[in-house]
């Protein structure tokens, strides 16, 4: 039992560092750093699963939800899944917005990639997202004001926000937390 423990101990570190990694852009970088260790993750709009994917390689997340409203695009993200050998750590979802996840199953909602206007409305159609334990990272292309609003309205707290430069364009990134009703189970 000693020799094993002492074998993975010397080979695991050199597979780890031997393994592929995937890279992630500045603009997914910003919202993986704002995820817990040990976090619940839906990653909705997930496009091609880049972050779903970062998750499992780095070990953050405990359970991670990739869910898209275009099965094209959930297939792109299983195919990065697969490339980076994590496919059995993700959950793929074809599903609009939140539909389909629920309370019990994600304590961390990630919406990048779309408008305010598109962002405000998945909340509004799953308003456990407000629950307390509930954490938002919302990275809105547009009507930022707009999802603000929303949010101060609808008793979210928004927690911090961030500008990222990428390619020319900076991005707005809102971390937010519900703040009404129970806790997620």
């Avoid at 926000?161 to 806790?183: F, N, R």
Wanted: hydrophobic share 45%; net charge neutral.
């Amino acid at each position: 039992m000693v020799r094993l423990a002492c074998f993975v101990n010397r080979v695991y570190p050199v597979f780890v560092l031997l393994m592929k990694r995937i890279r992630l852009s500045k603009r997914l970088i910003a919202l993986a750093e704002l995820i817990r260790k040990d976090a619940s993750v839906a990653d909705i709009g997930t496009d091609h699963g880049y972050l779903p994917v970062f998750l499992a390689q780095a070990g953050i997340a405990k359970r991670i939800i990739a869910s898209d409203i275009s099965a094209a695009s959930l297939s792109a993200a299983q195919r990065s899944a697969a490339e980076f050998d994590v496919s059995e750590a993700i959950t793929f979802l074809v599903a609009s917005g939140l539909d389909g996840v629920t309370p019990n199953e994600a304590d961390t909602i990630v919406i990048a990639g779309m408008g305010g206007e598109t962002i405000l409305s998945i909340l509004e159609n799953a308003p456990w997202t407000n629950n307390r334990g509930v954490t938002l990272i919302l990275q809105p292309q547009s009507k930022i004001d707009l999802l603000c609003r929303f949010l101060y309205d609808s008793g979210y707290e928004i927690k911090q926000t961030k500008s990222v430069h990428e390619k020319g364009k900076y991005y707005t990134v809102i971390l937010a937390v519900g703040d009404c009703g129970s806790s997620p189970q």
